[in-house]
């Protein structure tokens, strides 16, 4: 990857908050994170809960930023927004940088073709496509001794374990994320809808 060995790459960490039955939108934050903990950028978009937009919402974070020095994209699961299924392929193929998908769980939606049939019955198929060409999660051991499972493109999973220690201090949670997530939480708070983000 272009950029992997540099002493300040740059990575585009996105989390989101929304609380189901009582928000029709999700907060999507966007940070700019340096390796070495510096944040240079930041910037919002929401998304609708239980929607298919999730993917437009992380490109319009992006194009927002108007950056050419961002080396790395970080997602918090590729579903999110009760069932918003980010479609991985389409960010890479649009951005052209790697992208790296963390979640934290042994088990993801083991059954989530029925759930998908269950709730969403006039686009049901269109997630099951989309959530099967994201790929299967492989298991990853950071530096700090924690287990986390990701999906990769653009890189391989040498350097997506890298990229990850350079951006994890403590715990399983890259900072990017972490820092996404307080700031969206922050903002679905100011909007009275911060509980069980």
């Known amino acids: 990857m272009r950029g992997l060995y540099k002493r300040g790459i740059r990575a585009l ?6 609380v189901k039955g009582r928000s029709r939108y999700s907060i999507l ?3 700019v994170m340096r390796s070495d903990g510096v944040i240079d950028g930041c910037a919002m978009s929401r998304i609708t809960v239980g929607g298919l937009d999730a993917t437009e919402g992380i490109l319009q974070i992006y194009r927002s930023l108007r950056r050419s020095d961002i080396n790395i ?12 299924v980010i479609d991985l392929q389409r960010l890479y193929e649009e951005l052209r940088i790697p992208i790296i998908s963390v979640t ?3 088990s993801e939606f083991e059954n989530f073709e029925d759930l998908f049939r269950k709730y969403f019955p ?15 999660r492989v298991p990853v051991v950071l530096k ?3 287990k986390v499972f990701v999906r990769f493109l653009g890189i391989d999973k040498w350097e997506c374990i890298q990229i990850l220690n350079k951006f994890t201090k403590a715990g399983a949670v890259p900072e990017p994320l972490r820092v996404a997530r307080l700031i969206a939480r922050a903002a679905a708070r100011d909007l009275g809808a ?4």
């Open 13 to 18: 960490g996105i989390a989101e908050c929304f």
């Open 29 to 31: 934050a966007g940070v």
């Open 73 to 84: 994209l970080m997602v918090s699961g590729c579903i999110i927004a009760w069932y918003n």
């Open 104 to 106: 934290y769980e042994e």
């Open 122 to 136: 006039q686009d049901w198929e269109k997630r099951v496509e989309i959530y099967r060409r994201n790929g299967e």
């Open 144 to 146: 700090t001794g924690h």
């Open 194 to 197: 911060d509980r069980g983000c």
